[in-house]
């Protein structure tokens, strides 16, 4: 675990500096042979609120970093036969595109829904850049001005979308049942 991810990914980071901000004054009181809770008590009010204040940023900037965080699959399938567009959804105010492998000679096979990795623009249907500003996300469209903030990844709105459209087809599929019977 690098240093950078110790000090955004984990509670433990905040919580260890806060007791240490209370070890600290102790060890200084045992080598200065002082009492301890007078050390502490000496200590100014505004270090106090400038030392709470920091905390606090900190254990926010753990929970949006913790929010913002999402494992990204490096696998994907490739169809021999390459994909066929099957039409495009509008969620989280961006484009996405479905399609599905072109089932070339095999056309008997059931096809599955894949939504594209990368969303594009609402404006102009470019696919869009993602970028990432540490407290948030943007994705910009290098074609027009379009410019999203989000704590959301591709892979995580692209996920949801794969989801909605598959429970979109299977509710077509049992109207379809319902109005005609099996097959
Ligand atoms: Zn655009």
Redesign the pocket.
């Known amino acids: 675990m690098t240093i950078k991810k110790f000090l955004t990914e984990s509670y433990r980071s905040p919580v260890g500096a806060a007791l240490l901000t209370l070890i600290l004054p102790y060890i200084y009181a045992i080598f200065t042979n002082k009492d301890w809770i007078a050390v502490i008590y000496n200590i100014p009010k505004e270090i106090w609120i400038f030392l709470a204040i920091l905390l606090l940023l900190w254990i926010i900037t753990i929970s949006i970093r913790r929010k913002m965080s999402f494992y990204h699959s490096p696998y994907g399938i490739v169809p021999t036969f390459g994909w066929i567009n099957v039409g495009e959804w509008e969620y989280d105010g961006v484009i996405w595109k479905a399609r599905t492998p072109n089932p070339g000679p095999f056309p008997d096979k059931k096809p599955s829904i894949y939504i594209e990795n990368t969303p594009r623009?609402p404006?102009?249907?470019?696919e869009l850049e993602q970028s990432d500003k540490f407290y948030w996300y943007s994705w910009s469209?290098v074609?027009?001005s379009?410019r999203k903030i989000t704590w959301n990844t591709f892979s995580k709105v692209k996920k949801r979308v794969e989801k909605i459209v598959k429970r979109n087809i299977e509710v077509a599929e049992e109207e379809y049942f319902i109005k005609h019977g099996n097959k």
Request: with cysteine; net charge positive.
């Open positions: 623009c404006i102009c249907k470019t469209c074609r027009c379009f």
